[in-house]
């Protein structure tokens, strides 16, 4: 008579059964994803669901795909990795910037990626270890003419930035220093180099993430003229004194780290690697 089981169990029996090691080797990977599963289940909001509060306007970091519906980016990439390796599904939760942290105070997400560490921050949230370091750029049209050695030679200038981050304060430390022009903040930094390119301001102040990806394209109008030093490190911010899941997230990056996946994804977004020269402690 006719085995009636359905092909793929037939495939598995006559593959493996014969080949113990096999077998074994199957259920111990799988007891081990199960139980890795478990042991993460109940430090989310939701059980089983690792929630990303995330700005979803920000390439190449995190931005829509071209069905304007699919989060694709570094930091997508990073946030399903870590999901992964904690055995959770994961949801992203598009979130305006100036509100990102707020959310976490609330309990509207776990997580929020994409976060510049600063001692101000540092007091009132929880941080993972650093994955990637940045610093701030000075971007300007192409055939604008524009030079700036110094960062004090902005004054003069109309100045763009997003706000609510380093670039705004780092703007407005310069301001406070007695230099004079006219600024503007945007909510977005998409908006920032739009009005770039139609003449509404002369620069652009960025981290160099956001501004490589705009100054790197094949035939792109921008490029940089000034970069400042690499003292910015952005890491994952989670609600003050959810420390569980912090170490949980700081081992599966460490793994990421160690196993070249986040060498993959900085390639993947970058066609290079800039994440390898994080160091831990």
Known sequence: MQSI??????????????????????????FFMACNSRRYQGLTIKKGVLSVGVEINYPPMEYYDV?????????????????????????????????ILAGLDSNRYDIAINITVLEERQERYNFTLPYIDSSIVIAV??????????PEEIEGFRIGFQNNTTAQY??????????RFVFYSYDSIINCF???????????????????YYTEKE???YKVVWIGPTD?????ALKKGNTLL????????????????????????????IVSGILFP
């Open 5 to 30: 089981r359905p092909l793929w169990v037939r495939v598995f029996l006559n593959e493996y059964c014969m080949k113990p090691v096999y077998v074994l080797l199957i259920f111990t990977n799988l």
């Open 67 to 99: 069905d304007g519906v699919t989060p694709i980016g570094f930091d997508i990439d990073l946030a399903k990795a870590l999901a992964d390796r904690l055995g959770l599904e994961i949801r992203f939760i598009d979130t305006a910037w100036e509100g």
């Open 141 to 150: 049209l192409g055939d604008s003419g524009i030079q700036i050695n110094e």
């Open 170 to 179: 780092f703007t407005e430390r310069l301001y406070a220093q007695g230099l």
């Open 194 to 212: 739009d009005d770039l390119i139609i003449g509404r301001i002369d620069m652009v102040v960025v981290d160099n993430i956001a501004a490589f």
């Open 219 to 221: 035939n792109s109008p």
């Open 232 to 236: 910015e490190f952005i890491a994952i």
């Open 246 to 273: 912090a170490d949980a997230l700081n081992m599966s990056l460490k793994e990421l780290f160690e196993d070249g996946t986040m060498a993959e994804i900085s390639y993947k977004h970058f066609n290079r690697d």
